[in-house]
Structure formats: C-alpha cells, structure tokens
C-alpha cells in the first residue's frame, strides 16, 4: 500500500542527550496524515526518548519537529497539545484520586481550560467500560481498565496524531486487542497514530508503516507488510 502524500508530523535530523549522554542519534521519520505508524525497537534503544522530545516533553540537541506544517521544535507541550498532537505515556498514568470522568475532561483541558463535557458522550460511546464507571475513582480501576482510561484521556481531546508509548504493557491479550483495534478504528476514521510497541506481531498487524530503532538511529524502515517478511526484524532483536 502507498504511504499518504500529506505528511503530518516530520521529524528530521533529531539529537536527545540525557546530560553528555547522547542516546538519539540523527533520527529521521514521518508520520502522514491518517496513517498508523509503528517504532520498533529493544529496550533502551530510545523510542520513549524520540516521542518525549517529539511531545516537547525533554529538550532536543539537534534537529527539526514539524507538524501539520509547523515548526514544532521549540513549542511547549501544552501548545503541541492544543495543535492537535496528543501522547499518552507509557504506564497507564492517570489521576488516582479523580473520578474517571473528571479525569477525561482533564483531556479536553487544553483547548477548554473549564473542561468541555460536550465531549465525553463520544468516548463513552467507545469506551463503555469508562462510562459505567464514570463516578468511580481512577485508583478502584484494574491495571487493564487504568489503561483504557490513559487512551481515553488522550483521544477525548480529539487529536489529528495520537501517540501511544507501550500501551500493551503489564495488561492481558484481550485489553491490549482491545486498545489497538480502538486505535486501528480512530486511523480508520481519519486519525494518525505512532505507537511504540514490545508486542511485534500486533503492532505490525495493524499499522501500515514501520520503523525499526536501533540504538538511537533508524536502522530500518518499509511497510508492515515488508518488514513482517525481513530479516531486518531478527537482526534488531536478536542481534544477528
Ligand atoms: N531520564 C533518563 N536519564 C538518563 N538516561 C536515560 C533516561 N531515560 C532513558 N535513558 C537512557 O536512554 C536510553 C534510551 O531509553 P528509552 O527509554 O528512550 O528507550 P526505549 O526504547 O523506550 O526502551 P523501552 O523499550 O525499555 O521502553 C537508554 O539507554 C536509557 O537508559
Ligand atoms: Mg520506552
């Protein structure tokens, strides 16, 4: 399949260093509009580190952000929400001692700083899980639900990208298909996604383009299709 032509978020020539430490290391990629892309890579070879300095969330060394157009590089992350570029982050975090729902309008906080309640109808159509449980607080939630909750939370602000960190970790099969069949649908709907994701197999099912980290660079990249069939993958995991 042919990748977009309009690209929505491009990332050139980008450096991160942890103090002298530098762990990304001239990383380039793209996001188009509507597509589901995935990053691939180990642990610790610096896909959280690419999305934080993307989401504005750790300083750059080098290297330009841009999104829908924009130069994105020195934007907070309160602005890059609100231009529509949304990153839930690795480990379910929520507010433990919020009710779901006043966590979800803590999702809509960045382009209504009173919340905008018009906007939980939606989710609750897609998440009824959430809905059921709207006046509990987030700490009664499983681990599994918590998560639902961290992507409900992002997706309620409506993004144009969504940006998933490892949304599978520590959940059971069923949640974590649940989650990437939610995130498919909203791609199917017009939405772009980038996930980072340990479970290979189901990111690669359903995204459509794919790029593989290797410490700190782009050691791969090609549709999901071809980088399901290539030795690239072994090489990345297994290190031969
Ligand atoms: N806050 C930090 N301070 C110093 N070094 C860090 C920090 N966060 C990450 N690192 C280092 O940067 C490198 C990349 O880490 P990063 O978390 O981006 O990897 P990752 O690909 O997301 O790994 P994982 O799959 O385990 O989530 C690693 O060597 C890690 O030890
Ligand atoms: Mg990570």
């Known amino acids: 399949m042919e990748r977009p032509a309009e690209s929505l978020l491009e990332v050139h020539g980008l450096h991160v260093a942890y103090g002298k430490a530098e762990v990304v290391h001239g990383v380039s990629f793209d996001v188009r509009a509507g597509e589901f892309v995935v990053l691939l890579g180990r642990n610790g070879a610096g896909k959280s580190t690419i999305l934080h300095a993307v989401s504005g969330l750790i300083p750059k060394r080098a290297g330009s952000v841009r999104y829908a ?4 590089g020195a934007a907070t992350p309160r602005d890059i929400v ?37 906007k939980l109808a939606r989710v609750y159509a897609m998440f009824p899980e959430m809905a059921q449980k709207r006046h509990q607080l987030a700490s009664r939630l499983s681990g599994g639900q918590q998560q639902i909750l961290a992507v409900a939370q992002g997706v309620i602000g409506e993004p144009r990208l969504l940006i998933l960190d490892e949304p599978s970790a520590g959940l059971a099969p069923l949640v974590i298909d ?36 290797e410490t700190g660079r782009i050691g791969g990249e090609g549709s999901t299709q071809e980088i399901q069939g290539s030795d690239l993958l072994q090489r990345i995991y297994l290190g031969h």
Do not use: K, W
């Not at 157009?69 to 994105?72: A, H, N, S, V, W």
């Open 178 to 213: 649940r989650i990437l069949e939610v995130a498919a649908q909203l791609c199917r709907d017009g939405m772009a996604v980038l996930l980072v994701e340990q479970l290979v197999e189901r990111a690669l099912r359903h995204g459509h383009y794919c790029y593989l980290v």
């Open 82 to 118: 609100r231009v529509g570029l949304v990153q839930v982050l690795e480990g379910h975090r929520v507010f433990h001692s919020l009710t779901v729902e006043d966590n979800l309008l803590i999702g809509t906080y960045a382009r209504n700083p009173r919340g905008d309640r018009s």
């Open 69 to 72: 157009g924009r130069d994105i």
